[in-house]
């Protein structure tokens, strides 16, 4: 792989590779783009097979951290961090306080987060080296609830538009995933009198959803074919492929999974099926909304207030794909492009800081 060949391909700012023999810390950190503020992305521990898989990972994460904050309206730039590891093995306070050095050293331009395989209480031991660190316990806390909030309203707002009310009243949900997010989902919209297909790969959270909405399990294969108002993907990514296209029976795409198009060609297939598709990144950045809130000092009136804006900003990607003619995906992303170019305006008058 050559390095910078790929990050001119995806207009990169920083990689930042950190080493400590005694801690076993490999760790990447990536800057994407700081047009709008410090780069805010969370820190993902995995196994990777090789270097270059750790590379791409970050890389393509960080990216689309930026596309989602800007989506959100929020000041804050795109990054992400990895540990290279297996996270059973590798995790101690040494590392972690290795690593919030590493993070300090770089004076704010990126702000690391919990993401996956790391948790609060491994903040905690960042924290004690770095204010560049958010997730925290006793501060903003889960943001799981806020996410699953945000993805409510984006569906009112995909609703709205394919059947004229945002009325849920007997509407069928498919939810794949009843993690977190995806069980505070079901709970939105059983409240609502949405009627629930439900599926996970742990049988005591399918249990969980049935028992207490009369939700309908299904198999997690089966999930797809369900004839549905709104099919919800809140668990894996590329759920939306050559093969579960085919089977989709549903008007609407809408949930809390990242990355749920295995390749953009399906966002255009998903036009061409005449199924809205309310893009990832916007509908679930909720989570990240509610860690924007703790930077300011949290408030959570004000994060949930600041999630169910995620309403007018799927309206918007929906304006804009039909003005145009394009698939909500790509609209998506020219509303983030539009903001960062025109944030990128305002560099030019000077700001002593």
């Known amino acids: 792989m050559k390095i910078f060949d790929y990050l001119e391909k995806n207009d990169f700012e920083q990689l930042v590779f950190c080493h400590d023999k005694e801690t076993g810390l490999k760790a990447i950190i990536g800057i994407h783009n700081t047009t709008l503020g410090p780069a805010l992305g969370g820190l993902r521990i995995l196994d990777y097979e ?6 791409e990972d970050v890389v393509r994460l960080a990216v689309g951290m930026t596309y989602k904050n800007a989506a959100a309206g929020l000041d804050l730039g795109g990054g992400k961090a990895v540990i290279m590891g297996n996270p059973a093995k590798i995790k101690s306070e040494a590392l972690f306080r290795v690593f919030g ?10 702000i690391t987060a919990v993401d996956m395989n790391s948790t609060s209480a491994d903040m905690a031991h960042i924290n004690a080296e770095t204010d560049y660190v958010v997730g925290l316990e006793g ?11 945000g993805v409510f309203r984006g569906i009112l707002a995909a609703v709205d538009e394919v059947y004229g009310s945002e009325d849920l009243e007997g509407k069928v949900v498919a939810v794949q995933g009843l993690g977190s997010v995806g069980y505070n ?15 996970d790969v742990r049988k005591e959270s399918i249990e969980r959803v049935v028992e207490e909405m009369g939700a309908t399990a299904v198999k997690p294969d089966e999930i797809y074919g369900v004839e549905c108002d709104i099919f919800s993907p809140c668990a894996l990514g590329a759920i939306i492929n ?10 609407i795409v809408a949930g809390s999974a ?9 966002g255009d297939m998903l036009k061409e099926k005449g199924i809205l598709y309310i893009p990832d ?9 509610n860690v924007y809130e703790e930077i300011r000092g949290y408030d959570k009136e004000r994060a949930m207030n600041k999630a169910a804006a995620i309403y007018d900003a799927v309206k918007r990607v929906i304006e804009i794909a039909k003005k145009e003619d394009i698939p909500t995906h790509r609209a998506a992303d020219k509303m983030a492009e539009e903001r960062i170019a025109s944030m990128a305006k305002i560099a030019r008058v000077y700001l002593k800081k």
């Open 50 to 55: 090789t270097e270059e898989d750790a590379i």
């Open 139 to 149: 501060k903003s806390g889960n943001p799981s609830p806020v996410t699953a909030y």
């Open 101 to 110: 050095r590493y993070v300090e050293s770089l004076g704010g331009r990126y």
């Open 258 to 266: 990242n990355n749920q198009l295995a390749d953009e060609k399906h």
């Open 242 to 251: 050559d093969f579960t296209i085919e089977e989709l029976k549903c008007k």
């Open 185 to 199: 989902l079901c709970k939105l919209l059983h409240e609502a009198g949405a009627k629930l297909y439900v599926t």
């Open 281 to 289: 990144y916007v509908i679930n950045s909720g989570g990240v909304i």
